[in-house]
């Protein structure tokens, strides 16, 4: 290593450090932006909603990661069910298909600060916007919920509904006080019958943020849902960012640490490339890369297990191995094989519980020492079990 590269080097190392120093005493930003994104842990995220959504829902509640048009233009046939939707700018052609699916009899929950001006026209409101950052209380009509209250003083917004229909039902309304003992109430929560079905429309989600859901102990937000009807719930969770890049770069771009240490990371190597334009490249001698026996010897140890015909033997060894690929990647207890392991395969996995409840008897099968297995079974299976694994 020669002086003038030792140089270098300590200049680089010094540099590191000092940019180190200042991002270590650098204090946090704290990002108030209102995304109510369902995987952002920001003040105004769902990250907390989200994760409790399932206990919330009573287990029923399905996470549907595609606009409702897309959805509903391939499930032809589907039950009566509450539709979700959460602060989203959908296309047209999705309002539409909500429409339909509430004139049918499902029942629609809007959580939104902004509605599009077909859907105010088609159930006769008009969304109010008070840009006055005045704290007010959201409280309920109904007097069994009259001690449910959520104070709102960080970032208010107060939007609320205006020109309601007189079959509108108002469920719930911002509080404000004005001089003297004044209060000044305007709906934040109606319900609009449209065909055999209902919606459900609220102008307030901070009040399931990250930042309410934690600062306050009140059971308002628990209380907001309890509206619904009690069946299966359609969450439409399809991110904002769809249609964007998803690739790796603009994801290092968007995270200051990994931005920081991607331009450190150019920086060095621009310096390194500098300073050693003028070394000539040595000779390279060509080494044969060592021979991969492995798949030879795979192949060896498949075919002696087809000449000996244990298929019980291979079906158990392609059981264990699946299901400790479950506990390792998926973080799945595997010790019982019953209704709640196969509804936890199929949320983390996406796969019909069909196939997944067929491949877990033909497990059970294998892993009884007294069943006859067929070579038929080990081919289903190993099939069965692939498909999951994808």
């Known amino acids: 290593m020669s002086k ?13 450090a000092i940019m180190g120093i200042f991002q270590v005493n650098k204090k946090p930003i704290v990002d108030w932006r209102k995304n109510f994104d369902p995987n952002s842990k920001t003040p105004f995220g769902l990250f907390v909603f989200n994760k409790e959504a399932d206990h919330l829902f009573g287990n029923n509640l399905e996470r549907i990661n595609q606009s409702p048009y897309d ?36 029942s629609a929950m809007l959580i939104s600060r902004s509605l599009p001006e077909m859907l105010e026209d088609s159930l006769k409101f008009r969304l109010w916007i008070n840009n006055s950052d005045t704290k007010y209380n959201l409280e309920f009509t109904d007097v069994k919920l009259k001690t449910d209250t959520l104070l709102i003083n960080r970032l208010p917004d107060s939007r609320g509904f205006t020109k309601i ?9 911002n509080k404000t006080s004005g001089f003297g003992n004044d209060e000044y109430k305007n709906a934040n929560f109606i319900k609009v019958k449209h065909g055999q079905g209902y919606f459900y429309l609220y102008s307030e989600p901070s009040a399931i943020s990250n930042y309410y859901l934690l600062k306050s102990r009140s059971a308002y937000p628990t209380k907001l849902f309890s509206f619904l009807p009690q069946q299966k719930t359609i969450w439409f969770t399809e991110s904002k960012s769809a249609g964007n890049s998803q690739s790796p770069m603009r994801f290092i771009l968007a995270n200051p640490p990994l931005r920081y240490a991607l331009y450190i990371a150019v920086l ?3 310096l390194f490339m500098i300073f050693n334009a003028k070394r000539k490249q040595r000779i390279v001698p060509i080494v044969e890369p060592l021979k ?18 244990d298929f019980h033997d291979m079906m158990a060894k392609k059981a264990q191995y699946f299901l400790h690929k479950i506990r390792l990647d998926l973080l799945i207890d595997t010790s019982n094989l019953d209704e709640d392991f196969i509804k936890k395969l199929h949320l983390k996995t996406g796969v019909k519980i069909e196939t997944i409840q067929e491949a877990v008897s033909l497990i059970k099968k294998a892993q009884d020492p007294y069943s006859n297995v067929m070579k038929e079974d080990f081919i289903k299976m190993n099939s069965l079990l692939d498909d999951i694994l994808k």
């Open 4 to 16: 003038n590269f030792k140089i270098y080097l300590g200049v680089f190392l010094v540099i590191l």
């Open 71 to 106: 959805y509903y233009s391939k499930e032809k046939e589907t039950p009566k069910h509450n539709i979700l939707i959460i602060e989203k700018n959908l296309d047209t052609e999705s309002w539409r298909k909500i429409l339909d699916k509430v004139n049918s009899g499902s």
């Open 165 to 173: 229909n007189k079959s509108i039902e108002i469920l719930g309304y």
């Open 268 to 270: 060095g190597l621009a």
């Open 292 to 309: 991969n026996t492995s798949l030879e010897f795979v192949k060896s140890i498949g075919n002696l297990y087809l000449q000996e015909g």
